[in-house]
């Protein structure tokens, strides 16, 4: 039995790697990594994040600094995720992230027989909207 469940992961495994999703994500990864203009804005952008992260940094910072912070950080992803290359890798992750995550919520309710109460697919169609 142990072997079949090793042999069904495996094929799992495969079935990702091969779906349109993570097809999607890599092709959206590649082409954001070849362009000049979205690796410089990235790169700008977590030096940015970094630097204003350090300022913060041993200290105590008040709810008024950490807003601001936030803010700030929120202010330049918006910068970033213009780049169409960028937003389009940013959609297509988040894409292959949600179908991980309800292949994992099935898998979990399946060996716990509990419903995985962070969302996604329980496993249990009755209360479900769909799979995509």
């Known amino acids: 039995m142990r072997n079949d469940?090793?042999?069904?992961?495996?094929?799992?495994?495969?079935?990702?790697?091969e779906?349109?999703?993570r097809i999607r994500m890599t092709d959206a990864s590649d082409k954001?990594?070849?362009?000049e203009e979205?690796?410089?804005l990235l790169r700008t952008y977590n030096d940015n994040r970094k630097a204003a992260s350090e300022k913060l940094r041993?200290?105590?910072p008040s709810?008024?600094?950490?807003?601001?912070?936030?803010?700030?950080?929120?202010?330049?992803f918006e910068k970033v995720a213009k780049n169409p290359l960028i937003s389009e890798y940013i959609e297509a992750s988040r894409d292959f992230d949600n179908m991980v995550n309800q292949?994992?919520?099935v898998l979990s309710y399946f060996i716990t027989g509990q419903?995985?109460?962070g969302g996604g697919c329980s496993g249990n169609c009755s209360s479900c909207g769909s799979c995509k």
């Open 63 to 76: 709810k008024e600094q950490i807003k601001e912070f936030q803010s700030y950080v929120e202010a330049e």
């Open 19 to 21: 779906s349109e999703e």
């Open 103 to 105: 292949v994992n919520a």
């Open 38 to 40: 979205a690796v410089e």
């Open 58 to 60: 041993g200290t105590n």
């Open 5 to 17: 469940i090793i042999d069904k992961a495996q094929e799992l495994g495969t079935m990702i790697a």
């Open 115 to 117: 419903e995985n109460s």
């Open 32 to 35: 954001m990594n070849a362009n």
